[in-house]
């Protein structure tokens, strides 16, 4: 039921985007899949069912510097809302944790919107915990 996305997910991951509060993604959308799709530091996974996708997850690897393991970064993470509360989510979430260990990294971490406060429940259950002060400065 996992697996990693292809090209031909991209119309899926866009409905997806759009439930995140992401909408318009479909004229880059596939630009943007093939770029990540050829990144070594980047899986994106799917979450399958009889050939309809239902949840999707961005993985990022990254080089520490001053530690001797690297951490995971979850960009995005999205559940289809009709099937929220299935453990499609949870089933995501462990393995993509799997994948972070088997790279050597020693956290993983996601950075979710104070507005998001169910997905923060479903992070904690997970085992995550909050780590205070998120810097960002807009570019653009």
Not at 28 to 33: E, G, K, T, W
Not at 96 to 122: K, W
């Amino acid at each position: 039921m996992i697996r990693r996305a292809l090209h031909t997910d991209c119309a899926a991951i866009s409905r997806l985007l759009d439930q995140l509060d992401y909408p318009g993604s479909a004229s880059f959308l596939p630009a943007r899949l093939a770029q990540l799709l050829a990144d070594p530091a980047e899986i994106l996974l799917v979450w399958e069912d009889n050939t309809q996708i239902l949840a999707f997850l961005s993985l990022h690897f990254i080089p520490q510097l001053a530690l001797p393991g690297d951490f995971a970064r979850i960009s995005y993470f999205s559940v289809d809302a009709e099937v929220r509360g299935q453990n499609i989510g949870g089933q995501l979430e462990e393995h993509a944790t799997h994948l972070a260990r088997e790279h050597g990294c020693e956290l993983i971490e996601v950075h979710c919107h104070t507005r998001r406060t169910r997905a923060h429940e479903f992070y904690y259950r997970q085992g995550y915990t909050e780590s205070p002060k998120y810097l960002v400065k807009k570019l653009k």
